[in-house]
């Protein structure tokens, strides 16, 4: 590991005294960053710590929605959500994550800025264009069964890994952020992250300097809600495929419904296509079938992950129905409603 200077944050108004040139990182539960600096993946000659930053660390419930600091730690994330149901999808999402010591260090900011799993990204001694642009990707024509369907580029395949992301794709978060110049700016989750395209490298809207305050969840009625993670181990693995979803019908009629796939894309993935389908529209088998047929439309496969978009149908026709499912019966209807799946 190189050798690096630490400064320590305090509160939200130290931003604006920092020495951060181009090479400083912040560091909040470091469960990623630390990983990366010792595979000298990422060298950072200067550290900002922000373990003592306590103004962050609470979890506040508005009128309209729910303020989540930046240094909550999923596991105080999880155990909160866990009361409210209509935050029931976040709180699945972020236990289907991880372990539970590195739930208890995470952080919510630091959730949303981990870096890929790709395994060609964290080995040196391979090609990679995000680690090292212009060097070529050596997942296209590797193993890429983890890799990327939807969002990908010729560039980069590589999945984002966060749980926690996808549920709040699909409640629709936004993120609070203060710049080195000391301005605020909130910018929606859906528009936070970037495709690869010509630059992998770039991950995200942050500039340098600028640091992730809070988590805004907006309230709102969402019906019965499910995250569904699908992986090779029962725990402790990133996502294959993952489905967050929230359905609320009214009589056979879709009257809100919230979706985000993980697994599948370069970003957390907000299908709008499948959304466009199905908001407004009689709830049916052949309508779930048309809405993910739609989506899957896009999707481009690289060998390993053939498998993908069969898989991501399946949890998708699954999910949805048991949420049909599980309304019907919350008010009172007997037996089952959707028995031809
Ligand atoms: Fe690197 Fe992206 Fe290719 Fe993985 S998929 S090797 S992260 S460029």
């Not at 910018?187 to 992998?200: I, K, N, Q």
């Not at 907000?270 to 908001?279: I, R």
Request: glycine content about 8%; proline content about 4%; charged content about 20%.
């Amino acid at each position: 590991m190189n050798p690096f200077s630490v400064q320590t944050l305090l509160t939200e108004a130290d931003v604006e005294n920092l020495r951060f040139d181009a090479q400083a990182r912040y560091i909040a539960g470091g469960t990623n960053l630390v990983d990366l600096m010792k595979h000298q993946i990422e060298t950072p000659v200067s550290l900002v710590d922000l373990s003592e930053w306590e103004e962050a660390s609470d979890i506040v419930k508005t009128g309209n929605g729910f303020r989540i600091g930046a240094m909550v730690t999923n596991s105080a994330l999880a155990n909160f959500a866990y009361q409210e149901p209509s935050l029931s999808m976040l709180s699945q999402a972020l236990l289907s994550g991880a372990t539970v010591q590195l739930r208890n260090r995470a952080t919510t900011g630091g959730n949303l800025l981990q870096r890929t799993r790709c395994y060609y990204f964290y080995d040196t001694a391979k090609p990679c264009n995000k680690r090292e642009p212009g060097t070529g990707c050596s997942a296209f024509t590797g193993m890429n069964r983890i890799h990327a369907i939807f969002g990908t580029s010729e560039q980069c395949i590589a999945t984002h890994p966060s749980d926690m992301a996808v549920a709040l794709i699909a409640l629709n978060a936004s993120v609070s952020v203060k710049t080195a110049e000391g301005k605020t700016r909130d910018v929606a989750l859906r528009e936070f992250y970037c495709m690869p395209g010509e630059t992998p490298d770039r991950e995200h809207v942050l500039k340098q300097g600028d640091l992730v305050t809070s988590v805004f969840i907006p309230a709102k009625t969402r019906g019965t809600q499910h995250y569904h993670k699908v992986r090779d181990r029962a725990s402790y693995a990133f996502a294959l495929v993952s489905v967050a979803a929230g359905l609320e019908l009214s009589g056979e009629t879709i009257r809100s419904v919230s979706l985000s796939f993980g697994g599948v894309g370069t970003i957390p993935w907000h299908p709008q296509k499948a959304l466009d389908v199905l908001e407004g529209s009689d709830f049916s088998v052949s309508l779930l079938e048309k809405a993910i047929d739609a989506e899957l439309a896009d999707a481009k496969t690289f060998g390993s992950n053939d498998f993908k978009p069969g898989l991501l149908r399946r949890v998708f026709l699954s999910v949805m129905l048991s949420l049909a499912q599980r309304q019907k019966a919350q008010h009172g209807h007997e037996g089952a409603l959707y028995e031809n799946h």
